[in-house]
T-cell receptor
Framework: NAGVTQTPKFQVLKTGQSMTLQCAQD?????MSWYRQDPGMGLRLIHY???????DQGEVPNGYNVSRSTTEDFPLRLLSAAPSQTSVYFCASSYNRQQWVDTQYFGPGTRLTVL | KQEVTQIPAALSVPEGENLVLNCSFTDSAIYNLQWFRQDPGKGLTSLLL?????REQTSGRLNASLDKSSGRSTLYIAASQPGDSATYLC??????????FGKGTLLTVNP
């Protein structure tokens, strides 16, 4: 198993540009989520999904969209990038849709800079 | 709203020392607590998961305890090694299907 994979590893955007961060897992996990990690702020939940076709907002959803058309993939879209979205983004997954029950598996992260 | 605090923010110890990392949370109505390790520039790796009905979990040189009533957890690392140097994060799982993370403790083990 490759586990949780994320692409790209690094990205630089200009203000107003859009892009999609990719996340995939090959463990047949029901639950997938996106976090952002900022210095002094810890990890904050952006969006999560408890299965294909089901998504919901986390703590900091503004400026981000998600969809879950398959069990394996959970892309995160930035609609119009802003400097405040400069961060490290992590995708995570767990087998159980009640994500707090199960061990979380994290991807390696995408480091995004918005100029 | 659940808040998770980790003390200290940074810790430096000589190799071989036993050490304790602390995690406290404000709402005791949790379902579980997890400890993670994060190496610089990497993702998080789950170390231990303690269900709310459990008091502790052990894996190798690591032992995590949970006291729900007092809102505290500790991660004990025995005989620390330079390879243990990393940031350690705790996260609590609550009834809103979400994990709440602390900001982490940066551990440095000096040879």
């Amino acid at each position: 198993n490759a586990g949780v994979t994320q692409t790209p590893k690094f990205q630089v955007l200009k203000t107003g540009q859009s892009m999609t961060l990719q996340c995939a897992q090959d463990m047949n996990h029901e639950y997938m989520s996106w976090y952002r990690q900022d210095p002094g702020m810890g990890l904050r939940l952006i969006h999560y999904s408890v299965g294909a076709g089901i998504t919901d907002q986390g703590e900091v959803p503004n400026g981000y969209n998600v969809s879950r058309s398959t069990t394996e993939d959970f892309p995160l879209r930035l609609l119009s990038a802003a400097p405040s979205q400069t961060s490290v983004y992590f995708c995570a997954s767990s087998y159980n849709r009640q994500q707090w029950v199960d061990t979380q598996y994290f991807g390696p992260g995408t480091r995004l800079t918005v100029l | 709203k659940q808040e998770v605090t980790q003390i200290p923010a940074a810790l430096s110890v000589p190799e071989g020392e036993n050490l304790v990392l602390n995690c406290s949370f404000t709402d005791s109505a949790i379902y579980n607590l997890q400890w993670f390790r994060q190496d610089p520039g990497k993702g998080l790796t789950s170390l231990l998961l303690i269900q709310s009905s459990q008091r502790e979990q052990t894996s190798g040189r690591l032992n995590a305890s949970l006291d729900k009533s007092s809102g505290r957890s500790t991660l004990y690392i025995a005989a620390s090694q330079p390879g243990d140097s990393a940031t350690y994060l705790c996260a609590v799982g609550g009834s809103n299907y979400k994990l709440t993370f602390g900001k982490g403790t940066l551990l440095t083990v000096n040879p």
